[in-house]
């Protein structure tokens, strides 16, 4: 079996991307590991500013919400007939999804052109151009149909 590693983080375009591999990937030759990346309390912007109490609030707020991003992708695949399980990490994120990749030794990583961010100016979200960039294998983009 092929595996391909989809990164998610609860975004109209990850969903989409989630979909389309779903549509494209032969389930007969491919499993699906579906990582979400808890930013890294430095990306977050958070390092050594806010008290320890609402960071830890934070982090577990973001734990819940990665486990349900992570779990909905898995069950998904799952339903469509695919072996699938899920994977949360934190740290830097597209540092991460690249090792992450590496170490599983995946033949392909896919995600969507854009997220959460909204920076509706760029043609490709950070974390996807950083990927692309890094990635020891194929990536795929996803971008929606005639959209940006
Ligand atoms: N924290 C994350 N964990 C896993 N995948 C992510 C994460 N953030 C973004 N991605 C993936 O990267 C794609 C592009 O997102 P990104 O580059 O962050 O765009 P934006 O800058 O608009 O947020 C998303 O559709 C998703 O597939
Ligand atoms: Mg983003």
């Not at 961010?117 to 151009?129: D, E, H, Q, T």
């Not at 990927?131 to 996803?142: E, F, G, I, K, Y």
Request: charged share 30%; aromatic share 6%.
């Amino acid at each position: 079996m092929r595996k391909a590693l989809v990164a998610v983080d609860g975004s109209e375009y990850s969903k989409y991307a989630v979909e389309y591999v779903a549509d494209v990937l032969d389930k007969e030759k491919w499993e699906v590991v579906v990582l979400h990346v808890i930013p890294s309390l430095a990306e977050l912007g958070l390092e050594s500013v806010a008290p320890p109490a609402l960071i830890e609030q934070l982090l577990q707020e973001l734990r819940e919400n990665a486990k349900k991003i992570v779990d909905e992708a898995v069950e998904y695949f799952k339903k469509r007939g695919f072996k699938a399980e899920g994977v949360v990490k934190e740290g830097h994120v597209g540092k991460t999804i690249v090792e992450t990749a590496k170490d599983l030794d995946v033949d392909l990583i896919a995600m969507g052109t854009r997220g959460l961010s909204g920076l509706k100016a760029l043609i490709l979200g950070s974390v996807a151009r950083y990927v692309v960039n890094h990635a020891h294998c194929p990536v795929l983009v996803v971008r929606r149909k005639g959209g940006k």
